[in-house]
């Protein structure tokens, strides 16, 4: 069974430019998460997705950041315009369903450096 | 929002030795989970507690799910050099969201 695909693994940008980061949870899985995961610290839910749905956002700098899961199976996260504290690990995760939360199948990231 | 103080930040071992790391929350928590991530890797999980004083192992890690459940351990026993990472501890807050909130990890480096 493949996992979650995310790329690109890494992103450079200058502060200011536009990105976007991209994930394909593992088949079938209905729940889709976005944590943001900033170096020496654990990862923070960003946006939660149950199938096209957001169920949380509540962690989400909406002036900045979008999400969206329109078919409901990949999705795509972007920051713009990026700022140097968004300089961090964005990691995708999914499980079967929400009941299945602990089970969060975690993908490699992606490393955004914000210069 | 709920922040898990999770101890000690590294630890340096040599191996064969035990490991014990620890999470403590401000409010009791329903599910504690304890989480290892390899460089370049997101968070895989270890081991998934759900009641109050469940011991559970994996292997060579056992965790407990505090009496107050307001914390957590995690021991590693007789440890290798592939156990070198970081572990997270994680939790699902009583009557709070869904969402997971994550510790800030302990660093374990085992030398051989």
């Known amino acids: 069974e493949a996992g979650v695909a995310q790329s690109p693994r890494y992103k450079i940008i200058e502060k200011r430019q536009s990105v976007a980061f991209w994930c394909n949870p593992i088949?079938?899985?209905?729940?889709l998460y976005w944590y943001q995961q900033i170096l020496g610290q654990g990862p923070k839910l960003l946006i939660q997705f149950q199938n096209n749905g957001v169920v949380d956002d509540s962690q989400l700098p909406k002036d900045r950041f979008s999400a969206e899961r329109l078919k409901g199976v990949d999705s795509t996260l972007k920051i713009q315009p990026a700022k140097l504290e968004d300089s961090a690990v964005y990691l995708c995760?999914?499980?079967?369903?929400?009941?299945?939360?602990?089970?969060?199948?975690f993908g490699p990231g992606t490393r955004l450096t914000v210069l | 929002g709920q922040q898990l103080n999770q101890s000690p930040q590294s630890m340096f071992i040599q191996e064969g030795e035990d490991v014990s790391m620890n999470c403590t929350s401000s409010s009791i928590f329903n599910t504690w989970l304890w989480y290892k991530q390899d460089p370049g890797e997101g968070p895989v999980l270890l081991i998934a507690?759900?009641?109050?004083?469940e011991l559970t192992s994996n292997g060579r890690l056992t965790a407990q799910f505090g009496i107050t459940r307001k914390d957590s351990f995690l021991n590693i026993s007789a440890s290798i050099p592939s156990d070198v990472g970081i572990y997270f501890c994680a939790g699902r807050e009583q009557g709070g969201s869904e969402k997971l909130v994550f510790g800030k990890g302990t660093k374990l480096t085992v030398n051989p």
């Open positions: 995760a999914s499980s079967s369903d929400l009941r299945s939360y602990n089970e969060q199948f």
């Open positions: 088949s079938g899985h209905a729940t």
């Open positions: 507690l759900y009641k109050a004083g």
